[in-house]
């Protein structure tokens, strides 16, 4: 009866049966906005399915799961596991159950800081000049834009990154990368 037996399918047990890259698709971008909706992070449920399975999965994991970009095979066997997450992330909205302690034990995540694309110009600007800002620097600029330290620490972080992924390996990008803690004549000013 679990839809196990030889090529024999069971049609009430979907989570056995291998899905379509059509469900897989539907059931993706019913996941992700059912998921934005209970305000929960891609991280969240990462650390959940550890805490509920045993299987931690990064963010990256489920990111790409959202995205589609997982092999087949492992998109099928994801599937399950995040279905039932679903369910029970809905069966405890509203009550603070399992799935909320599990979410209270992940990184204590903020809501996303989406900056004003004008600010993000003076951010930019600034990245070219310096990839690497000191602590001090960091401070004056949040200062100057009304952002917190930690929000723009983390846009630097994260355009590093970003400059990282789009320089082809072997190739330098517009500005020393390797300037850490080496003082360089593009390192940044001290304060």
């Known amino acids: 009866e679990h839809g196990e037996l030889g090529g024999h399918h069971c049609q009430d047990h979907s989570d056995e049966e291998t899905p379509t890259s059509d469900e ?14 209970l305000g929960f992070t891609q991280a969240d449920v990462g650390l959940a399915l550890g805490t509920l399975y045993g299987n931690v999965f990064s963010q990256t994991t489920i990111c790409r799961f959202e995205a589609l970009q997982l ?3 492992n998109m099928c066997k994801l599937k399950p596991l995040l279905n039932k997450w679903l369910e029970e992330a809905d069966s405890s909205t509203g009550s603070p159950t399992s799935i909320d302690k599990i979410a209270a034990q992940g990184r204590k995540r903020k809501k996303r800081t989406s900056i004003e694309v004008s600010v993000k110009g003076v951010l930019e600007t600034h990245f070219l ?21 930690e929000v723009v620490r983390v846009w630097f972080c994260n355009r590093r990154q970003k400059e ?13 990368v390797y300037s850490h803690g080496v003082k360089t004549d593009t ?3 001290d304060l």
């Open 164 to 176: 990282k992924r789009m320089t082809p390996p072997g190739e330098q990008p517009q500005h020393d």
């Open 187 to 189: 390192a940044c000013h």
């Open 129 to 149: 000049k310096c990839p690497k800002p000191a602590a001090q620097e960091i401070s004056s600029l949040a200062d100057s834009l009304q952002l917190e330290k």
């Open 71 to 73: 092999s087949f095979k």
């Open 24 to 37: 897989l698709e539907q059931f993706a971008k019913q996941f992700k906005q059912r998921r934005i909706k």
